[in-house]
T-cell receptor, first 113, second 112 residues
Framework: AQSVTQPDIHITVSEGASLELRCNYS??????LFWYVQSPGQGLQLLLK??????LVQGIKGFEAEFKRSQSSFNLRKPSVHWSDAAEYFC???????????FGTGTRLQVFP | DTAVSQTPKYLVTQMGNDKSIKCEQN?????MYWYKQDSKKFLKIMFS???????INETVPNRFSPKSPDKAHLNLHINSLELGDSAVYFC???????????FGPGTRLLVL
């Protein structure tokens, strides 16, 4: 069965610092992988996605993520965090034979000035 | 223009009542979904429809009944509301199955 693990429930960084949010998945084949961001009281916005090809994908707002098959990981990174990045971040995996998205439990990012 | 819209944004109601949440997408997508986000922010799919046909029903109680009058709309009707139904309900849509899903702003349901 598919599953997604986001080991960090809550991360706090200073503005301008680099960021890495971890995501590990369990799936028997190459999955579709997504990162979504949810600002307080808002819906989910897609940051980036991996379907195939280049394992380093660029997204919106300066985010990138790298698919590492050997580690079953799809970590999200940003070189310099802005205060407006404070939000909840969700990693999700989709199976290639269904249209279900399985979400991780989310990582709450707090940014200090 | 809002791509995926939901109404109402907030819904406060008593136990035992029946309520509906509406969802509309103007993206021309074939597939629409309902997700439930609980108090711990955990998101789980409830239903998906492709061209008005039910594709996924994730062991959701029968009190929840989705209805898709056309492929741009997917409404969620909930009978006999229970305290445990309190959550945020998100509608989403995608062009094809397995493609990127675009989410609505959510409906915050509180059952008293």
């Amino acid at each position: 069965a598919q599953s997604v693990t986001q080991p960090d429930i809550h991360i706090t960084v200073s503005e301008g610092a680099s960021l890495e949010l971890r995501c590990n998945y369990s799936y028997g084949a190459t999955p579709y992988l997504f990162w979504y961001v949810q600002s307080p009281g808002q819906g989910l916005q897609l940051l980036l996605k991996y379907f195939s090809g280049d394992t380093l994908v660029q997204g919106i707002k300066g985010f990138e993520a790298e698919f590492k098959r050997s580690q079953s990981s799809f970590n999200l990174r940003k070189p310099s965090v802005h205060w407006s990045d404070a939000a909840e971040y969700f990693c999700a995996v989709g199976a290639r034979n269904t249209d279900k998205l399985i979400f991780g439990t989310g990582t709450r990012l707090q940014v200090f000035p | 223009d809002t791509a995926v819209s939901q109404t109402p944004k907030y819904l406060v109601t008593q136990m035992g009542n029946d309520k509906s949440i509406k969802c509309e997408q103007n993206l021309g997508h074939d597939t629409m979904y309902w997700y439930k986000q609980d108090s711990k922010k955990f998101l789980k799919i409830m239903f998906s429809y492709n061209n008005k046909e039910l594709i996924i029903n994730e062991t959701v109680p029968n009190r929840f009944s989705p209805k898709s009058p056309d492929k741009a709309h997917l409404n969620l009707h909930i009978n006999s509301l229970e305290l445990g139904d309190s959550a945020v309900y998100f509608c989403a849509s995608s062009q094809y199955q397995q493609e990127t899903q675009y989410f609505g702003p959510g409906t915050r349901l509180l059952v008293l």
